[in-house]
C-alpha cells in the first residue's frame, strides 16, 4: 500500500490517510458568510473523500483582522448555522475537516477593513503591502488573544474536527515569530521564546475554550528565506514550544515568503524545513509546496520529511486529484 495511503493516529490526530487540501483563499465568501458558492467549491473538492483531511482556508477572527475581500468569517455566533453546513458537506462526503483561524494584523488594507492595521511593531511587512501599521499595545494582544480563543469555540461548535490557528504567510502571529517585523522591547520581542510568547497563550486560550480532547493544529511560517527572517532551525525549537502547550500538529508553510520559496521551484519546496522541525517533535507534521504529481507526494513521505502531504493548486484545478492519486499509486 502507498504510504499516501495509510492511515495516521497520533494523539488527538486520527486520519485515514496522508492527503491533505491545504487552506487556500478562494474569496467567494458572502459577507464572510458561507454562501452557495463557497459550499460547492468544498462540496466538489472532498467529493469521494480521498483527502484525509480537508483545511479550510484562513477566516478572520476580526472584522479588524480581515484580510480581503470575499474571505470568510469567524468572527461572530451568528455565522455558526451556515459553518455548520460546510462542515457536514464535507463529512458527507467520507473527509474529516479543519477550519483556519486568523487574524491579518500589519498589511491591513484601510479599503477593506476601513482603519489603519496594527503589528507587533510599526515597520513595513515584506509580506504584505500596505501603510506602516501601529504597533500593538498590552491591551490590544490580550484582546486579540481572547478572539483567537472565541473563535475557536465557534469553529467546534460548527462541528469541524479541528482548528488551525494561522502564524505563516507574513499575517499577524507571523509577524510576532519573525524577527524582520517584530521589534519590540518588550516580553513579547527580542529573544525567540519571547517571540512565540503570544503563540503560546494563544494556544492556552483556544485550549482552555475547546478541551483536552479538541485537536489543535498551528500553521507555522518556518522559514522567512530573507537576511535577518526566521530559520528553519529557530521554527524547530518554536515547535517544540508549541508541542509543550499542546498543539497537535504542525503545518509548515512559509514566513515573509509567503506561500513561496525563493530559492527552489522543486515538488515540495517546503520540505526541507519541514525534515528540521520535523525532527524536533512527535507530533504529526504537513508541508505543502509545488506538489503536482502522487509521485512527488509519496516521494516525500518516504523521505521521512513529513507525516501528511498537502497538495493544493494541482487539486484546484482538478477536483479528481486525489482519487486518480490514489489510483496510480496503488496501479489500478
Not at 183 to 208: F, P, T
Not at 317 to 332: H, I, P, Y
Request: hydrophobic share 40%; net charge neutral.
Amino acid at each position: 500500500m502507498p504510504l499516501l495511503n495509510t492511515p495516521l493516529e497520533a494523539g488527538r490526530v486520527k486520519l485515514k490517510n496522508r492527503l491533505v487540501f491545504p487552506p487556500m483563499a478562494t474569496a467567494k465568501s458572502e459577507r464572510g458568510e458561507v454562501g452557495p458558492d463557497l459550499l460547492r467549491y468544498y462540496d466538489e473538492k472532498s467529493k469521494g473523500g480521498h483527502f484525509g483531511l480537508v483545511i479550510i482556508e484562513h477566516s478572520y477572527i476580526a472584522p479588524e483582522g480581515r484580510a480581503s475581500a470575499g474571505q470568510l468569517s469567524v468572527a461572530e455566533d451568528r455565522l455558526v448555522d451556515g459553518l455548520k453546513t460546510l462542515a457536514e458537506a464535507i463529512h458527507a462526503n467520507g473527509s474529516k475537516t479543519a477550519m483556519q483561524i486568523n487574524h491579518c494584523g500589519g498589511g491591513i488594507s484601510p479599503e477593506v477593513t476601513g482603519i489603519d492595521g496594527f503589528a507587533p511593531s510599526s515597520v513595513s511587512n515584506p509580506a504584505r503591502e500596505g501603510p506602516l501599521p501601529i504597533a500593538l499595545d498590552q491591551d490590544g494582544i490580550r484582546k486579540i488573544i481572547q478572539q483567537f480563543s472565541l473563535a475557536a469555540l465557534r469553529v467546534k461548535a460548527a462541528g469541524f474536527d479541528a482548528v488551525e490557528i494561522h502564524s505563516a504567510h507574513g499575517y499577524l502571529l507571523n509577524q510576532f515569530l519573525s524577527p524582520l517585523t517584530n521589534q519590540r522591547a518588550d516580553e513579547y520581542g527580542g529573544s525567540l521564546q519571547n517571540r512565540i510568547r503570544i503563540h503560546l497563550e494563544v494556544v492556552k486560550a483556544v485550549r482552555d475554550a475547546v478541551g483536552e480532547a479538541y485537536p489543535v493544529f498551528l500553521r507555522l511560517g518556518a522559514a522567512d528565506y530573507m537576511e535577518g527572517g526566521q530559520t528553519p532551525e529557530e521554527s524547530a525549537s518554536a515547535a517544540r514550544e508549541l508541542e509543550r502547550a499542546g498543539v497537535d500538529l504542525i503545518d509548515i508553510s512559509g514566513g515573509m515568503c509567503r506561500y513561496f520559496n525563493p530559492f527552489t521551484k522543486a515538488p515540495g519546496y517546503f520540505a526541507a524545513a519541514s525534515r528540521v522541525v520535523k525532527g524536533a517533535v512527535s507530533v504529526p507534521v504537513l508541508v505543502t509546496g509545488g506538489i503536482t504529481r502522487p509521485e512527488e507526494a509519496e516521494e516525500i513521505l518516504r523521505k521521512g520529511d513529513t507525516d501528511l502531504v498537502g497538495v493544493g493548486r494541482a487539486a484546484a484545478k482538478d477536483s479528481d486529484w486525489g482519487r486518480k492519486a490514489m489510483e496510480a499509486l496503488s496501479g489500478k
